[in-house]
């Protein structure tokens, strides 16, 4: 029943934890979508540069704006991130992959990551999926992310990966696709 | 939304994962009692001392006996296991303390193992829950759990908790009780 271990197949082989949210699912299209249908706006991802969706939308649709990402179904159909299969299924003949996403803050969303995850990254074994909170928990040599807050408390290198949201943020490798991680991580 | 973090609010405290499934979370006593009833059997753990559930069943009964795991409700109402409410609540206080379950096998189990967790340990923010597979992801310095498998590539110390399963399994620190890891962590 329970999943067999080889303590010596991963080798010597550097770890990599990849985000899901902003850096593997496309989530910002889908919320800011719902959120100008809703309220009548025309906002784009171009109005958020440098700043959190929710310091610049009106305070009063916060509530309703947080509320979409709390439904069971909104993470089951999220376009994957140009690139991110290919690029990933390449550096998991490299690297030891795995997926680390904050679900403990949509507790909801559980069940439709896990299908996203075994229908668009099937060639990753689900014991490499990772669902938590605090990402400093992860024992990695590097973290792909979006939110520049995991960081400082993470162990290996946080490689920060393009959002609108943490534009101009400093201090990181940045990465702004994933053919820059393609470059960084599978340059021969 | 995103939850904040002090990157030194936990300064140098130690850092203790523990496991769910017989280490807080009585797993045995309901599947047994599952077992029997459907079976017409009178197994009791003590039929299981260093063995396997599956190793030690009929054959024919196995695929139905793991089933019984992959239900949305078996974790539901699972018993807490004497003592760990106490003694993780006062380990909180001195370290800090991540649930680390290899939830991944069962993935049916997201939403009820989260509820249980809210409900049985409420003093523990959801941000430390760890839903995962290979618990060699783990940055901490412990990991408490009842299967030795995760503890070679484990980059701290594993100590054993003891379940009928891993009777006779060596090379560890064990822990028969959540009395013993009062001893261990707690001692003044």
Redesign the interface.
């Given at each position: 029943?329970?999943?067999?271990?080889d303590?010596t197949e991963?080798g010597g082989r550097k770890?990599i934890?990849i985000d899901m949210d902003e850096t593997i699912a496309d989530i910002a299209t889908k919320h800011l979508a719902m959120f100008n249908r809703d309220h009548g706006t025309s906002l784009s991802k171009a109005d958020f540069l440098g700043r959190?969706f929710?310091d610049v939308i009106d305070p009063e649709h916060v509530e309703r704006a947080?509320s979409y990402?709390h439904t069971e179904d909104f993470f089951v159909d999220l376009p994957v991130i140009a690139g991110s299969q290919r690029v990933i299924e390449a550096l998991a003949e490299k690297y030891e992959v795995?997926i680390?996403t904050?679900?403990?803050?949509f507790?909801t969303s559980?069940?439709a990551k896990?299908q996203w995850l075994q229908r668009h990254f099937p060639f990753l074994?689900?014991?490499?999926?990772?669902?938590?909170?605090?990402k400093?928990?992860?024992?990695?040599d590097y973290l792909i992310d979006d939110?520049p807050?995991?960081f400082?408390?993470f162990?290996g290198e946080g490689i920060l990966f393009s959002a609108p949201h943490n534009h101009g943020v400093e201090g990181y490798r940045r990465v702004d696709s994933w053919i820059d991680v393609e470059k960084i991580f599978l340059a021969e």
């Open positions: 029943m329970a999943w067999k271990f303590s991963q770890r934890c959190w929710y947080i990402l795995f680390a904050a679900a403990m803050e507790p559980f069940t896990y074994h689900p014991r490499n999926f990772v669902f938590c909170g605090d400093s928990i992860l024992n990695a939110m807050s995991h400082p408390r162990r």
